[in-house]
């Protein structure tokens, strides 16, 4: 049964806090966006309803002050029959007043005889168009009051009051209404943000849960995440990140086994040599030879060491500073280094250096890459063969080629020479020192150098090697 660690609970437990931290920020948010809109809503309303009346109130004032304006004799009785004859003019309360607020009629007869002291009547007697309202607990206030003008003079003014439950329910119902969208948007609001935070969470989840399998070693484990968003382009990134990281454990593996397996045999020998020395009784001449050996091996394991430490190098190395050189010195160095070994072997070396052009790259990366190559024409060539060594120039590239009369490659190993501990003949490159190590640093350092390197090889005719380089065209002095 597989137990998720502390850490691991905690990491777990962090991130859920978050969700639900950005969960309440979304509901919180859109909670306060519809509060806001569900109070605009309930004032707009309102001033709607203020903007109705205050047209109604007013008009219907002006049309009392116009009639009374037309009496000869403005009093009680002349304004009581003229109002009788005005059915429009209905309101909770209407009074009429002379230029000094004495009230001359009060439709609820409780102020006639006295002074109407009230803002809107004395703004009103100034000459101003008068209302205010105001609504409370479902029910709306209204007053409105206008000049009465005779040729010009103010000789009165017309106050109405309205008290309205009908339009101030239906304010307050409208109100309701909009407060219970808001609540019912808010639930649903609630509930979609729940729904999606969980759907992310889950995609989440499937993140986490591959990255603490990946943790326990399981590199073929791949993520399911699925649609077409920022999570599924970080799964399949996650995806990828998994193939390249298995593709680099096999190859951990691999060279593990391959180095141990590498190692193990020289030091067998010497081992096996050893203990023939110990246990035996030898001439001279026989200890002598297996004490021989026994340097050979260690030769080939110190050589094998020493290419071991070369290739960890250069995987683990930035590149270094380089400089804009030719070719062609590198290659004569190297040439005069090697021309020994090809002397003995019978192996004549030619070089074809006409076509040289600068390149960017460190000089010792480039004496090792020749080096390598070319010590491989002269090992695995036949008795009386040739190495060839030309540079070319194609178009931005320099182009260098080593070629011999060997023994060949076949087709289906070409794919596998770069590969550290690779072989083509085993028997013959164990009896000639090798350790499959030279042309897997030799790729390393090409590529490293911004280079490329190919082979092509005819069985029973030879192998050719094409390395080429980006050419940097500068003015620099060869040599």
């Known amino acids: 049964m597989v137990t998720i660690s502390g850490s691991k609970k905690q990491l777990f ?150 008290y309205d439950t009908s339009q101030g329910a239906l304010i307050q119902s409208l109100q309701r209404t909009v407060l219970r969208v808001t609540l019912v948007l808010e639930a649903i609001l609630i509930l979609f943000s729940l729904f999606f935070s969980n759907a992310i969470s889950r995609r989440m989840r499937k993140i986490m849960n591959s990255m603490r399998i990946i943790q326990e070693g399981d590199y073929t484990h791949k993520v399911e995440i699925g649609g077409n968003d920022e999570l599924t382009m970080l799964g399949n990134e996650f995806n990828d990140l998994m193939e390249r990281l298995q593709t680099s454990e096999q190859k951990r593996h691999r060279f593990v086994s391959d180095a141990s397996h590498e190692l193990k045999t020289p030091l067998a020998s010497i081992k096996l040599l050893a203990d023939s020395i110990l246990q035996n009784d030898m001439d001279m001449d026989t200890v002598k030879e297996f004490v021989g050996d026994i340097g050979n091996e260690a030769d080939r394991l110190n050589r094998m060491t020493i290419k071991l430490l070369s290739l960890t190098k250069v995987d683990g190395q930035d590149p270094a500073d380089c400089e804009i050189i030719y070719m062609e010195p590198t290659i004569r160095r190297v040439e005069r280094m090697l021309s020994p070994v090809a002397n003995q072997a019978d192996i004549h070396i030619e070089l074809k250096l006409e076509g040289d052009a600068p390149i960017l790259i460190l000089e010792d990366d480039l004496y090792q890459i020749v080096f390598n190559l070319m010590e491989n024409g002269i090992k695995y060539n036949v008795p009386g063969g040739k190495l060839n060594v030309s540079l070319q120039r194609q178009e931005d590239n320099a182009l260098l080629i080593i070629s011999d009369t060997g023994m060949g490659i076949p087709e289906e190993a070409l794919e596998h020479i770069f590969e550290r501990f690779y072989r083509v003949d085993k028997a013959r490159s164990r009896a000639s020192g090798g350790s499959g190590l030279g042309l897997a640093i030799v790729k390393s350092l090409v590529l490293r150098n911004r280079g490329e390197i190919r082979a092509e090889s005819t069985v029973g005719k030879g192998t050719t090697f094409l390395v080429s380089f980006p050419a940097f065209d500068t003015e620099v002095d060869k040599g």
């Open 13 to 162: 437990g962090r991130y859920t806090s978050s969700q639900l931290r950005y969960a309440a920020a979304y509901v919180i948010i859109t909670f306060v966006v519809l509060l806001i809109l569900n109070l605009y809503c309930s004032q707009i309303s309102q001033i709607l309803f203020y903007k109705s009346k205050q047209t109604s109130m007013i008009e219907k004032c002006q049309l009392a002050s116009d009639e009374i304006s037309t009496l000869e004799v403005m009093n009680t009785s002349t304004i009581t029959s003229l109002l009788s004859q005005m059915e429009s003019l209905k309101a909770t309360r209407l009074v009429i007043t002379d230029q000094s607020a004495a009230v001359l009629y009060d439709s609820v007869q409780t102020g006639v005889g006295r002074y109407a002291l009230l803002p809107e009547i004395l703004r009103a007697l100034e000459g101003n168009n008068v209302f205010t309202w105001h609504y409370h607990d479902g029910a709306m206030t209204s007053r409105a009051a206008t000049p009465i003008v005779y040729y010009g003079t103010i000789v009165g003014c017309v106050y109405m009051a309205e």
